[in-house]
C-alpha cells in the first residue's frame, strides 16, 4: 500500500506536511510500508486483529446483549511522536497534574483558592463529584491523583491542547502496552532504526507507586479492586493485576474487621494495605456512599480515614474532574506554582455565566457541548454534526441546568492516515498519555491514540466507536 | 529468601474448580457423542434407540424428554452439543468454564485463556450452523481442545494451591462422568443374555470402553472382553487415568497438598469424606460389589461424591465472615 493517494486535506496530518512530503520523523516507517508488497499491510491487520480476539482483548458494550464482547478496532499504522514534541508533552502534564493535587487537597481542607477568589466557592462546591465526606483527609504524601490519563489534542495549527483531565479512574492503559507488543512483532526493523522508547515498564512503576502508600510497612500488601467481569474495563483490570502479579479483588472479596481491610482467602482472612481501586467513588463503600452499591466494602471509607488502608485514587478527586472546573486549571496552575500552564485548555464557555450562555445559546451549532460531568462521549453535543432538533433538546437542558453545562469550539482535530479498506484515510485522533503520581510525578512515555473510526467524526471514545493506534514516542538523541 | 505463598481468594478457588469441572465435562460429553456415533455405524439399522441410553447418563433424561421428545442422532447432539438452556450441554460447559476463567484471569497463565477463549470462539461459531457438517470431527477438536487445555495447565501455572483447586476439580467430574457412563450402560448391555459372547456385544462392551478411552488400557491389562472385569477396570483400577479410584486418589492428594495436611489424617470435612471414599475403593473387590447390587453401588456413590462437592464448597468457598480464622 502506498501514500501517494493520501491527502490531508485542511488538516493537520500527524505524518505527513501539507505539501503530501512525510514529517522527518516518520520517514523510516513511511518507506517501510510503502516497500511492503501489495496486501502485506492487510494481512498483517487480519492477523492483528485475530490476534487480539484470540487473546480476548476486549471490551463490554453496556446495553448490547448481542455481541456484549468486542475488540477494541485497532489500527496498524503507528502515531510517532518526536523527542522535542514530547518533552514539552510531558513538562505540562508533570506541571498540570502538580497544581491539580494541589487544589484536591486545598478543596478538603482550607479551602484558600476559593477564599482568595480565584475559583468562585459555589462552582466548587456544587460539583457532582465533590464528596464532603473526603474533608480532612490527608492521604499518603498527600497524594490525590495516583494515576491520570489526560487527554490532548491537537488543532490545526498543530498546537497540543488538553480537552480533558481524566482523574477518578482513567482506562485504556492496557491497550498501549497490548497495542505495542502487536507492532513489535510487525514492524521490528522500524523499532530498531528509530529508538522508540518502552512502554512495558509501566506495570512495575504502577506496582512501585501503590507499595509506596503503604507507609511503614515492610511487605504491603496490594490489591485490584474491580466491579467484576461485566465492568466495561474488566480486561484491563485483570491484565494490570496479572502483569503486576497482585490479586484481583471484587467488592465481596473483602471485610473490613477491627478496622483493618482483609481479603477472603482458602486460609481465612489476609491483611490488605493498599487498594488500587477500579470502582467509582459512589459505589465503593455502602456506609458513606451509595447504600444500594453491591459493589463495594462497608466500612471501607472508616479504614482509609483512619490510615489503616490507602486507596489509590483517591476518593473525592473527580472534584478536579468537573468539566466546569477543569476551565481554572490555568488559574490553579498559577495561583500554587506561579507559573504560566505549558499546555494550555481548550477555549471554554461555562453555562454559568450570563454573557458565556448567552454566547453558547447562539452559537449552538458550530460549537461543541458538554455536560460537566459525563464521559466516555456521552451527553455531549457536536454542533457541527448536529441536527436542529437535538441543539434545541440542547439548549432546553442548558438553560434547565446551566451550572452542568460548557462549550467549547469545534476543534479540527489533527488527522493521522488510517487503513480503511485497501487504503489510506484521514481520522481524527487524539492522545491520551498516562501520568503515575506517588512521590514522585512520572509519564508514560506514549499513550493511547484514540481514533474515531467513522469518516468525519470527532467522537473518539471505544463506547463510540472509537479505535486506537500505538503511539510511539522517539528516545531524544535517536533517529529523527 | 523465598517470599510466602500469596493467598488464594475463596471466591477465586471458587472459579478454579468449576473452570476445570466445566472443561472436563464438556470433553466427556463429546466423547460419549463421538462413541455413540461411531458404534451406530457399526450397528446400522438394528439400534437407532441407542441415543436414549446416552441422554441417560447425563441424569437429565426428563429435561430431554419435555424439550425434545424422541431421542436421535439429531435431537440428541443438538440437546448435549449445542442447547445453550441445558446447562450441561458441551456449548454451556465452554462457556461456563470460559466465564469463571475470565473472573480469574489474573491467577491463570494467558496461554490457559487463550485456549479457553479458542475453544469458546470454535464452539459459538459451530451453534451458529444448523448441525456440525461431520460429528466425529467437531467432537475431535472438543476433546482435544479440551486435552490441549489440561497440558497448558500442567506445564504453564505452578503446581500451587490454585493448581491443585483445578486438579481436584477436574478429578471428581472425572469419576462422577465415569460412573455414571458406567451405571446407564452395564444395566443396558447386561440384559441382552442371548447375545454374550457374540460379535455384537463385543461392540458394545468396546463402545463403553471407548466411551471412556479405555479400550486399549484395558486390552493390554486384561485382554478378553469380560463385563465384570470391565467394571473392575473402570471402577478399581489405581493406574488408569478415568477409573473412578485413581481419580478419587488423585483428588484426595490434591486436597492434602492444599491443606498440608499429611495423608492418613484430615484437618476437614472434604478431606474427612474423601479420604473415607478413597479407602473404600482401595480395598474394595469387584465381586463384593457386584454381589450387592452394582446400581445400588454407584448410587451410594454418587451421593458420596456429591457430599463431597458440597463439603469442599463449605470448607473452602463459603464467604464467612465470622469464625475465620485470621492469618494477618
Known amino acids: 500500500m502506498r501514500f501517494s493517494e493520501y491527502r490531508t486535506e485542511s488538516f493537520y496530518d500527524e505524518m505527513f506536511e501539507d505539501d503530501g512530503t512525510p514529517r522527518p520523523h516518520v520517514r523510516l516507517l513511511v518507506d517501510t510500508i510503502e516497500s511492503l508488497s501489495d496486501g502485506h499491510l492487510l494481512r498483517y491487520q487480519r492477523a492483528a486483529e485475530r490476534l487480539l480476539l484470540q487473546m480476548g482483548i476486549t471490551f463490554n458494550v453496556y446495553g448490547d446483549s448481542a455481541g456484549t464482547e468486542r475488540i477494541f478496532p485497532f489500527d496498524l499504522i503507528p502515531r510517532i511522536i518526536g523527542a522535542p514534541e514530547w518533552d514539552l508533552i510531558e513538562r505540562g502534564l508533570v506541571q498540570r497534574i502538580h497544581a491539580l493535587n494541589a487544589f484536591i487537597d486545598d478543596i478538603y481542607h482550607e479551602q484558600k483558592i476559593l477564599k482568595d477568589g480565584v475559583i468562585p466557592a459555589d462552582v466548587v462546591l456544587s460539583a457532582v463529584s465533590y464528596r464532603k465526606q473526603c474533608h480532612g483527609l490527608n492521604p499518603p504524601w498527600r497524594v490525590w491523583c495516583h494515576v491520570t490519563g489526560t487527554d490532548l489534542v491537537r488543532d490545526r495549527d498543530g498546537r497540543f491542547y488538553v480537552l480533558e483531565d481524566n482523574l477518578r479512574v482513567p482506562s485504556g492503559v492496557s491497550y498501549v502496552l497490548e497495542n505495542r507488543e502487536v507492532l513489535k512483532r510487525i514492524f521490528p526493523a522500524v523499532f530498531e532504526g528509530l529508538s522508540v522508547r518502552p512502554v512495558n515498564e509501566y506495570p512495575s512503576r504502577l506496582l512501585e507507586m501503590l507499595e509506596s502508600l503503604a507507609l511503614g510497612e515492610q511487605n504491603p500488601r496490594v490489591v485490584l479492586l474491580t466491579p467484576g467481569i461485566y465492568n466495561s474495563a474488566y480486561f484491563e483490570h485483570s491484565f494490570l493485576a496479572q502483569q503486576m502479579g497482585v490479586q484481583l479483588v471484587e467488592g465481596r472479596d473483602l471485610v473490613v474487621s477491627g478496622g483493618d481491610v482483609f481479603m477472603r482467602t482458602t486460609k481465612g482472612l489476609e491483611r490488605v494495605h493498599v487498594i488500587y481501586r477500579r470502582v467509582d467513588d459512589d459505589f465503593m463503600d455502602p456506609d458513606v456512599f451509595r447504600a444500594d452499591s453491591m459493589l463495594g466494602v462497608p466500612g471501607l471509607m472508616a479504614a482509609y480515614r483512619a490510615g489503616r488502608v490507602a486507596l489509590a485514587n483517591a476518593p473525592g478527586n473527580g472534584v478536579a474532574d468537573d468539566k466546569v472546573i477543569y476551565a481554572y486549571v490555568p488559574d490553579m496552575i498559577r495561583y500554587y506554582d506561579g507559573e504560566d500552564a505549558i499546555l494550555p485548555n481548550v477555549p471554554t464557555y461555562l453555562c454559568w455565566r450570563d454573557a458565556d450562555r448567552k454566547y453558547v445559546l447562539e452559537h449552538l451549532a458550530e460549537l461543541v457541548v458538554k455536560s460537566a460531568n459525563e464521559s466516555g462521549g456521552y451527553g455531549m453535543l457536536v454542533g457541527p454534526h448536529s441536527t436542529r432538533a437535538v441543539q434545541e433538546e440542547f439548549a432546553l437542558r442548558i438553560q434547565a441546568n446551566p451550572r452542568n453545562y460548557i462549550a467549547q469550539p469545534t476543534l479540527a482535530l489533527s488527522r493521522a492516515p488510517t487503513i480503511v479498506d485497501d487504503h489510506f484515510e484521514g481520522r481524527h485522533v487524539d492522545l491520551r498519555p498516562y501520568v503515575l503520581c506517588g512521590k514522585e510525578i512520572s509519564v508514560l512515555p506514549g499513550g493511547l491514540t484514540r481514533v474515531a473510526m467513522k469518516k468525519g467524526s470527532l467522537v473518539v471514545n471505544s463506547s463510540q466507536g472509537g479505535g486506537s493506534k500505538d503511539t510511539w514516542v522517539l528516545a531524544s538523541g535517536g533517529h529523527s | ?328
Not at chain 2, 455413540?36 to 447425563?58: R, Y
Not at chain 2, 487463550?114 to 475453544?119: A, V
Not at chain 2, 467432537?139 to 497448558?152: D, P
Not at chain 2, 460379535?199 to 470402553?209: E, G, H, R, Y
Open chain 2, 1 to 328: 529468601m523465598i517470599p510466602p505463598a500469596q493467598p488464594l481468594l475463596s471466591r477465586v478457588a471458587d472459579a478454579l474448580y468449576w473452570m476445570a469441572r466445566y472443561i472436563e465435562r464438556a470433553e466427556n460429553v463429546a466423547r460419549f457423542l463421538d462413541v455413540n456415533h461411531n458404534l451406530m455405524l457399526d450397528l446400522p439399522g438394528v439400534f437407532s434407540s441407542q441415543w436414549q441410553p446416552i441422554i441417560n447418563t447425563t441424569g437429565d433424561r426428563a429435561l430431554f424428554a419435555e424439550r425434545y421428545g424422541e431421542a436421535n442422532q439429531q435431537s440428541a447432539v443438538q440437546f448435549l452439543a449445542f442447547d445453550a438452556e441445558y446447562p450441561n450441554s458441551i456449548y454451556s460447559c465452554i462457556l461456563a468454564a470460559r466465564e469463571n476463567a475470565r473472573s480469574v484471569r489474573e491467577t491463570i497463565s494467558s496461554e490457559m485463556w487463550q485456549q479457553i477463549n479458542s475453544l469458546y470462539l470454535m464452539i459459538t461459531e459451530e451453534a451458529r450452523k444448523a448441525a456440525p457438517e461431520s460429528l466425529p470431527e467437531f467432537c475431535h477438536s472438543v476433546r482435544m481442545g479440551c486435552h490441549l487445555f489440561e497440558g497448558i495447565t500442567h506445564s504453564t501455572v505452578s503446581h500451587n494451591e490454585a493448581w491443585h483447586f483445578i486438579s481436584a476439580g477436574r478429578r471428581l467430574e472425572r469419576a462422577d462422568k465415569t460412573t455414571r457412563v458406567l451405571d446407564v450402560k452395564y444395566f443396558i448391555l447386561l440384559p441382552s443374555v442371548a447375545d454374550v459372547g457374540t460379535p455384537f456385544d463385543d461392540v458394545q462392551w468396546s463402545a463403553l470402553l471407548k466411551s471412556v478411552s479405555g479400550f486399549e488400557m484395558y486390552r493390554k491389562k486384561y485382554g478378553r472382553i469380560v463385563p465384570d472385569r470391565i467394571v473392575e477396570f473402570l471402577l478399581l483400577d489405581g493406574e488408569f487415568p478415568r477409573a473412578v479410584r485413581y481419580s478419587i486418589g488423585q483428588a484426595d492428594e490434591a486436597l492434602h497438598a492444599i491443606t498440608g495436611t499429611p495423608r492418613g489424617g484430615f484437618s476437614c470435612a472434604s478431606e474427612q469424606r474423601i479420604g473415607l471414599l478413597r479407602s473404600e475403593l482401595d480395598f474394595a473387590r469387584v465381586e463384593a460389589i457386584l454381589g450387592g447390587g452394582l446400581h445400588e453401588f454407584f448410587d451410594a456413590l454418587q451421593t458420596k461424591m456429591n457430599t463431597i462437592d458440597e463439603c469442599i464448597a463449605n470448607d473452602f468457598f463459603a464467604q464467612r465472615t465470622e469464625g475465620a480464622r485470621v492469618w494477618a
